[in-house]
């Protein structure tokens, strides 16, 4: 829909792909779907002759080419676009950060739609910070099925390379029409053989990762990935997203030689897949490619690692700091109230034993935004390791009431007991409360409230019952406060 209104708008648009075999799928799609409007649509790869080659790029040059689909060959300096408005780039994690730095060239003055299941670390965190702005599609297509996946153990080590194991795949199956394609044969055998595999006269395709980049097969519904520990998490999705295209039940094998062999690495990814098998995982994939990973460097080659210089979530402050000021947002320090309330309030090493577990779960409890999303933490929590330690629930209402001092623009509270009787002291920061006035009001009307010389505020919470929850009761009370020291 994007292509269309950019050529009725009497743009060119281009349309990066990472292999050939996709670029012509593309092409045939794309002739298919405007067949019945006065769109000239071509595709520039090596499966064209030269001749044929030359005669496309004047076409571009020359504006008659409207929608040009094409591989690394788009990025050469012969071609030249009359009037380019629009540039999507498919499958944005086979490209390189050389290769995007080549795109900048195009991409200057045009609008640029990159296109993704499985984003990069580094593609995906510049998302979240805000640089690129970011749409998730959560809706499978119709009739989708979720692809069944399994692992299992393979330490037949006689078989080497893609034609010694399609031999072995033919010994086993000896009725089956087996192929090989990989990225190093001759274009017009590779073509004839996937049009014969997509038209149901082959019956097992032997490939290398050539097929992994969105290549359209419906007919295909079972998939086998030797040695799948040598694969990273978006190579593993998209090899398996090329099967279950229809709406039959598909099926995914990954052999793997003995669990022990691999490192905690391919332990981890092997484990994400695994768990991911709802449609439309892609995204929650990503997430956890970067947790493992790292987000890379944002101005560097890198697409993936940790910042080692400063920290991981400093370095995400201070870019987000920086992407505000660009903005033109207004600056203002994030507070961070110091909580003393006299209480345990950590994640137990018997509750997640996992140390990189425990540093994640306690970067996203930081993260909650509000009541709900505690409850689903909760939940998540209760369901992935048990019933929560009193220490853990402690802590996540610690949390709740540090995103409530926030708002008061409190850099302190501490708990103490006078003749058994409960008092919270708080205290502001250099800008005190938000408005000093209305909070002068609010403790003239409540004699539970007082104001020290020092401009600290003692309260004394309300809302517990004996034997209640007293840091809901806290809480609580500093909301009513929040409401009535802000309210117009």
């Not at 402050?317 to 992407?323: D, G, N, T, V």
């Not at 999303?373 to 998540?380: G, P, R, T």
């Amino acid at each position: 829909r994007a292509v269309f209104k950019a050529v009725e708008d009497g743009k060119q648009v281009a349309i990066l792909v990472p292999t050939t075999l996709l670029a012509e799928q593309h092409e045939r799609t794309f002739i298919q779907r405007f067949q019945r409007y006065p769109v000239t649509v071509e595709a520039l790869s090596r499966l064209k002759t030269k001749p044929k080659q030359r005669d496309i790029i004047a076409g571009i040059s020359q504006g008659r080419v409207d929608v040009i689909i094409g591989t690394h060959r788009l990025l050469q300096p012969d071609v030249k676009f009359k009037d380019l408005g629009l540039l999507i780039v498919d499958e944005e994690h086979r490209f390189g950060v050389k290769h995007k730095e080549r795109l900048k060239r195009l991409k200057q003055t045009v609008d640029c739609l990159t296109l993704t299941a499985t984003p990069i670390p580094r593609t995906l965190q510049l998302s979240l910070l805000g640089i690129r702005d970011l749409s998730v599609i959560n809706t499978p297509p119709r009739d989708r099925i979720p692809i069944k996946t399994f692992m299992a153990e393979f330490d037949d080590y006689r078989i080497k390379g893609l034609y010694r194991l399609a031999e072995h795949i033919q010994r086993l199956t000896p009725d089956a029409r087996i192929e090989v394609i990989h990225g190093r044969m001759n274009p017009n055998e590779l073509e004839e053989i996937m049009i014969r595999f997509v038209r149901g006269d082959v019956d097992c395709l032997m490939c290398t990762t050539i097929i992994e980049s969105g290549i359209d097969i419906p007919s295909a519904n079972t998939t086998i990935i030797n040695r799948a520990d040598k694969l990273g998490l978006a190579d593993l999705y998209q090899l398996r997203g090329r099967v279950g295209r229809a709406g039959e039940q598909a099926y995914a094998y990954l052999l793997i030689p003995r669990i022990a062999e691999i490192g905690k690495e391919s332990i981890k990814r092997l484990k994400a897949i695994m768990e991911l098998s709802v449609s439309g995982g892609g995204f929650r994939l990503a997430m956890q490619d970067l947790q493992i990973r790292g987000a890379g460097n944002i101005l560097g080659v890198s697409q993936s690692g940790s910042i080692a210089e400063v920290g991981y979530e400093l370095y995400l402050e201070l870019l987000q700091k920086a992407i505000d000021e660009f903005k033109g947002l207004p600056q203002k320090d994030e507070i961070d109230p110091e909580v003393n309330l006299g209480i345990p309030a950590f994640i137990p090493e018997e509750y997640i034993p996992d140390v990189e577990q425990r540093l994640l779960f306690y970067r996203r409890m930081a993260r909650l935004e509000d009541n709900e999303k505690d409850v689903d933490f909760s939940l998540e929590l209760r369901d992935r390791f048990g019933p929560m330690p009193e220490e853990v629930a402690s802590l996540l209402k610690v949390i709740g009431i540090k995103r409530t001092l926030r708002l008061l623009n409190v850099i302190r509270l501490d708990r103490s007991f006078s003749n058994k009787k409960e008092r919270i002291v708080l205290g502001f920061g250099p800008e005190g409360p938000p408005h000093p006035e209305k909070l002068i009001e609010a403790v003239q009307k409540n004699r539970q409230w007082r104001i020290l010389p020092d401009g600290r505020l003692i309260i004394f919470p309300e809302f517990i019952e004996e034997g209640g929850d007293s840091l809901a009761g806290i809480r609580q009370t500093l909301q009513v406060l929040v409401k009535m020291a802000t309210k117009g």
